[in-house]
Nanobody, 117 residues
């Protein structure tokens, strides 16, 4: 049974940093392209960062230079380091495989990130 558990969100001031974690079970993150997505209220879920099975990383233009995706294959964990946070980064953040969800329609509970003074 596949399970994705996101954590590390919270309330942070503009310019601050957070590190999100995604614990995966029932699948190997190193064998898949893993990604972080986010969804703000009233918007569609969007892809913001991904890491391929061979370690290639890419991020969306909106977070380039501020967010970094990484993984620990031994722990089966994926991370998102978020620096220089802006109010526009406020959203629920999810991890999953890319381009399709590992289990059709399955998403973890996500972790809320709120950037506000």
């Amino acid at each position: 049974q596949v399970q994705l558990v996101e954590s590390g969100g919270g309330l942070v001031q503009p310019g601050g940093s957070l590190r999100l974690s995604c614990a995966a079970s029932g699948m190997r993150i190193s064998a898949n392209t893993m990604a972080w997505y986010r969804q703000a209220p009233g918007t569609q879920r969007e892809l913001i960062a991904r890491i391929t099975s061979n370690g290639y990383t890419s991020v969306a233009d909106s977070v380039k230079g501020r967010f970094t995706i990484s993984r620990d294959s031994a722990k089966n964990m994926v991370y998102l380091q978020m620096d220089s946070l802006k109010p526009d980064d406020t959203a629920v953040y999810y991890c999953n495989t890319h381009p399709r969800t590992y289990v059709p329609g399955y998403w973890g509970q996500g972790t809320q990130v709120t950037v506000s003074s």
